[in-house]
T-cell receptor, first 114, second 115 residues
Framework: DVKVTQSSRYLVKRTGEKVFLECVQDMDHENMFWYRQDPGLGLRLIYFSYDVKMKEKGDIPEGYSVSREKKERFSLILESASTNQTSMYLC?????????????FGSGTRLTVV | AQTVTQSQPEMSVQEAETVTLSCTYDTSESDYYLFWYKQPPSRQMILVIRQEAYKQQNATENRFSVNFQKAAKSFSLKISDSQLGDAAMYFCAYRSRGRGDKIIFGKGTRLHILP
């Protein structure tokens, strides 16, 4: 089975800190995605990547950046954490074959910014 | 741009009964994929069922089945013989056929199972 691993399940950070959320997948998937999930708003796409060293903005990229130096790893960076970035962050991956089109999700990171 | 709408924020069903979750979507494309995802409380989001738009036959996975109405752009999920473990948030989702395309999610329906 495909595994998507997010490095932390829970994080508490202070306002203004630089925060790194890590995501690793083990099935050689080309595509990786970062979403944030908030009650009543569903899942909103922050950034995604179709290949190593490439990235594309999603619907809400402001205040975030990403890095994909290796195919299996996709990092989300909060340059200067703010309280409105308190949320659940979900990483997902998918492959290029039709049978791989559905995402595989990580367990999520619940980030609290105080 | 494609959109996915789930009009029922919350639903409840008696254990062992059948429940249908609604989903509509908007697209100008003719070939695409539709999904239902399940997110149990504090647990990982998992894929429940998928439907390819070019297939007329409705997908089925054990107690889960869909009613795919392409012309109406409707994609409902039916859960038969509901079990306590079915309690979760359910998300309907859309994906274009192209390689690498992102998935667009509805806002979700929280399903409660009443013992």
């Amino acid at each position: 089975d495909v595994k998507v691993t997010q490095s932390s399940r829970y994080l508490v950070k202070r306002t203004g800190e630089k925060v790194f959320l890590e995501c690793v997948q083990d099935m050689d998937h080309e595509n990786m995605f970062w979403y944030r999930q908030d009650p009543g708003l569903g899942l909103r796409l922050i950034y995604f990547s179709y290949d190593v060293k490439m990235k594309e903005k999603g619907d809400i990229p402001e205040g975030y950046s990403v890095s994909r130096e290796k195919k299996e790893r996709f990092s989300l960076i909060l340059e200067s954490a703010s309280t409105n970035q308190t949320s659940m962050y979900l990483c997902a991956s998918s492959g290029s074959l039709p049978r791989e089109y559905g995402y595989t999700f990580g367990s999520g990171t619940r980030l609290t910014v105080v | 741009a494609q959109t996915v709408t789930q009009s029922q924020p919350e639903m409840s069903v008696q254990e062992a009964e059948t429940v249908t979750l609604s989903c509509t979507y908007d697209t100008s494309e003719s070939d695409y994929y539709l999904f239902w995802y399940k997110q149990p409380p504090s647990r990982q989001m998992i894929l429940v069922i998928r439907q390819e738009a070019y297939k007329q036959q409705n997908a089925t996975e054990n107690r889960f089945s869909v009613n795919f109405q392409k012309a109406a752009k409707s994609f409902s999920l039916k859960i038969s013989d509901s079990q306590l473990g079915d309690a979760a948030m359910y998300f309907c989702a859309y994906r274009s056929r192209g390689r690498g395309d992102k998935i667009i999610f509805g806002k979700g329906t929280r399903l409660h199972i009443l013992p």
